[in-house]
């Protein structure tokens, strides 16, 4: 099953929760994972089963990562916000590079996760 994480940054919450809603009939034939308070507000305003890691800061970007690090991610969604520098940005940074060396599609804005979820679909 396709495997796919989802993860947005405080100020791109409410914009990765609006394109799951968009999008949902896709995720919904994903296997899904995000980090803790985006995979609960997820849960609540989609219809949509999401297996939980830690918040960003208190470790679930590395965690994600690991899964990227073992083969077991298809792509990731990460809407970042490119304005606010992140007090875990080395974790951040780890991740983005994690997938470079994997091979792993992530999506960092709006418009590239419209391509990463239409060619998982593909």
Same mark, same amino acid.
């Given at each position: 099953?396709?495997?796919?994480? =989802? $993860? +947005?940054?405080?100020?791109?919450?409410?914009? /990765?929760? @609006?394109? *799951?809603?968009?999008?949902? #009939?896709?995720? &919904?034939?994903?296997? =899904? $994972? +995000?980090?803790?308070?985006?995979?609960?507000? /997820?849960? @609540?305003? *989609?219809?949509?089963?999401? #297996?939980?890691? &830690?918040?960003?800061? =208190?470790?679930?970007?590395?965690?994600?990562?690991?899964?990227?690090? @073992?083969?077991?991610?298809?792509?990731?969604?990460?809407?970042?916000?490119?304005?606010?520098?992140?007090?875990?940005?080395?974790?951040?940074?780890?991740?983005?590079?994690?997938?470079?060396?994997?091979?792993?599609?992530?999506?960092?804005?709006?418009?590239?996760?419209?391509?990463?979820?239409?060619?998982?679909?593909?």
């Amino acid at each position: 099953m396709t495997r796919v994480a =989802l $993860i +947005a940054h405080d100020e791109k919450k409410s914009d /990765l929760i @609006e394109f *799951a809603q968009n999008h949902e #009939d896709q995720l &919904q034939e994903y296997e =899904l $994972i +995000a980090t803790g308070t985006t995979g609960k507000r /997820l849960m @609540e305003e *989609a219809d949509l089963e999401i #297996d939980r890691k &830690q918040s960003g800061p =208190l470790g679930g970007d590395l965690m994600i990562g690991s899964e990227v690090a @073992e083969g077991r991610l298809d792509g990731i969604v990460f809407l970042r916000d490119p304005l606010r520098a992140q007090p875990h940005e080395p974790d951040i940074s780890a991740l983005l590079r994690i997938c470079d060396v994997h091979d792993t599609a992530i999506a960092t804005n709006l418009a590239s996760a419209e391509f990463l979820i239409e060619g998982l679909a593909g």
